[in-house]
């Protein structure tokens, strides 16, 4: 199977986030790691690959630095990397997004796109199912389970409150894909050496630039949301903080 | 043609989905600043009883779209039914509750009638003539207030809770049938039945005290430390996702959209930073007791009792506390 793996780099989850002066973006000098769930979507592919043979490439959009999660997922086992390289990717929207990327792979034959369910930064949660629709391909989503069969792939889709389904379908499909699908590999000393020779094939914004079109949806603004409720923040030493909580919890909660 | 606001309620096997009323609350909302008639619409087979269920609220017309085709979901027969009947009726908003099966096709829905779904808002703003949508960023860190930019109709899927279900205003709308489009040829993609495994042996929503651990706790060996309190207090040990995907937990102990959701007395939430995808599943609890080193942590925006700290110095000093107080009634 060809499979191509969709990534997005993000901040850090435990990154101090701060709004930039304008209030319409957050400050970029921040730590970056690879979107969670992209990274269980990256181990599905390879796994797959492991499996049934093909060849595993990687894309993002972003600005130079988003290269690193590339040059990860290369070091952990894709045989390649496509970079939609400059700043100006990250202010598309899902749809957008999902038009450079199908752009990007034009003349490519795939027979299975991959990608996170959702990002840790906009949280969309749409890309995946947009180019599906700009390939034309049937997709599924939140999806725990892939099984290559004769006539296409057997899923397990999550769907809420533990309940599931398993879906049919052909190739080529996309595939959004939920963290915990599997378990997530350490790249090698060797894969990262490794991952120096891979190629990486970079696009500029010009090459697709005529996919794309006005962005329907602006954000106007970005800010920090107003509490919903007023929080009673205790401090002090923890044995302080403990005996303050166990009062609250007898007199107020009554749960001892 | 009146404007509108169509809401896309949902069900599943002829069972109304409860957050089809927390749109259409929404939708009411909506429909009182911008004076746009709100009308529902279902998709499916058999849809008679759903039909008489909504038609139990304040809207101008529910209608069902009907078809054989139609009686088990994929998105796109979906697509296909939907995309004929908004391309017709052009609603200037098309609201939807953000389930599972709402992400699984109204990104693609969104696409095929040429416009944009701004996706999971958790409310709307009304400014001078123009609708914003309000929707989490950075998993809860920050919000967003986003427009549109192009022509109604406009899409916009609403994060479970967002509205109060119950507040629905109450009333009596006609219903109407329409036959569905169906596309010609084989389907795609062949759906078998929703299934849930093995049945639940943890049943955290009829809990009264629950201790909840996430990735703060950093190694399996720690989640003793929330289990020696969980057994101070008598209550149930429960977790985040990523704990459950990492196997340090048994899946059944997931709270959030994918787990269990639960409304004990108290929740303990130690080292959990509050992702949305956690809290729909334990806002409901009565008192909220945030224990997280991060001080900026969404969980924070809930939480009854905060405290700022290192979960490891203070939640066995609390079991302590505990034990000792209990010991001493």
Redesign the interface.
Known sequence: MKILVCIKQV?Q??A??K?NEAGTW?REDVSYEVNEPDAYALEEALRQKEKHGGEVVVITAGPTRSQQVLREALAKGADRAIHLEDDRFGAL???NTARAIAAAIEGEKFDLVVTGLQS???????TG??L???LGW?????IIGIEKTDSGVHLKR?????????????LPAVLTI???INKLRYATLIGIKQAKMKPMRKVSYGEVEAKLS????????????????K????EGT??E???K??E???N??R?? | MADCILVVAEHREGKLNRASFETIAGAQAISKETGWAVEVVVVGEGLDAVIAELATKIVSRVYAIEAAALAAYT??AYVYALKNFVSTKQPKLVLFPH???V???A??L???LD??????AIGYKFESGKL?FS????????????????DPPWLVTFQIGAFRGDLAEPGSAPTEKVTAAVAEGAP??????????AK?AVDLSQA??IIAVG?GIKEQKNVAIAENLAAA?GGELAAS??I??NGWLPL?RQVG?????VAP??YIAIGI?GA?QHIVGMKGA??I??INK?A?A?I???????????LF??V???T???VK??AGT
């Open positions: 901040p989850k435990d101090p986030l709004l957050i929207e899902s749809t840790d930064d906009y949280g969309a949660a749409q199912v947009l599906a629709e700009i049937p997709h599924a989503t939140i999550e769907l809420e409150a533990g309940h599931y389904q398993f879906i049919d379908m052909p939920q963290s915990g006005k962005n329907l949806q602006r954000i106007e603004r970005l800010y920090v949301p107003v509490k919903q409720k929080t009673e923040m205790l923890p044995p903080v403990a005996k909580l166990v609250h919890l007898r107020t909660v749960v001892i | 998105s796109d389930t599972y099966q992400r699984d096709f990104p693609r969104a696409l095929a416009r944009t779904l701004i996706s999971d914003l929707r989490q960023m950075f998993q809860g860190k920050f919000a967003a207030d986003v427009s549109f930019a192009g795609r993609v062949t759906p078998h039945e929703v299934f849930q495994e639940q009264a005290i990735r207090l996702r990523p459950c995907d059944e959209s994918s787990g269990q959701t007395k108290l930073s949305i009565r008192t007791v945030a991060d900026e969404p924070f925006e809930i939480a009854d009792i905060g405290v700022v700290g290192n110095d203070i066995p000093a609390l302590a506390e505990i107080v209990k």
